[in-house]
């Protein structure tokens, strides 16, 4: 069911006001995936599986402090392949491709591994407005 003109124009003053407001918050929360780290991931598990192998140690030599090492050995192992990577305290400069391929996101096609999810949504969105969608 489509929505009345006046509920489009409720939803537009709403997403203009949480763009306005939240830009800085959505500029972070957008950009805080990046590429896995397997290195720091087959290390926590390793570590992760060293710590269950200090714990069953320490059942078997009844020593109490042991598990307890081999459990935060465990966890820290488990933080280490669980963790999203970090980015350098010093943000990078983009390359001039990589600028010239922001400005030209919402033009290139909705399948490309350049556009985003947000991008994506905001472009069925805007073909769902436009009355492209084929759904009629």
Known sequence: MPLSEHEQRL?????????HN??????TVGNRRGKPNYTLIVVGILVAIAG???????????????????FILMFVGALLAIAPPRKGGIPEEPSAAER???TSTRATASGSPR???????NERWDKRQDGRDGRD
């Not at 939803?11 to 763009?19: A, Q």
């Not at 269950?52 to 081999?70: A, D, E, F, K």
């Not at 556009?115 to 949504?121: C, Y």
């Open 11 to 19: 939803l537009e003053e709403m997403e203009r006001g949480l763009y």
């Open 22 to 27: 939240d830009a800085d918050f959505v500029a």
């Open 52 to 70: 269950v192998g200090v714990i069953v140690t320490g059942v078997i030599v009844r020593q109490p402090l042991v598990g307890v090492l081999g």
């Open 100 to 102: 010239a391929g922001s």
């Open 115 to 121: 556009t985003g999810f947000m991008d994506r949504m």
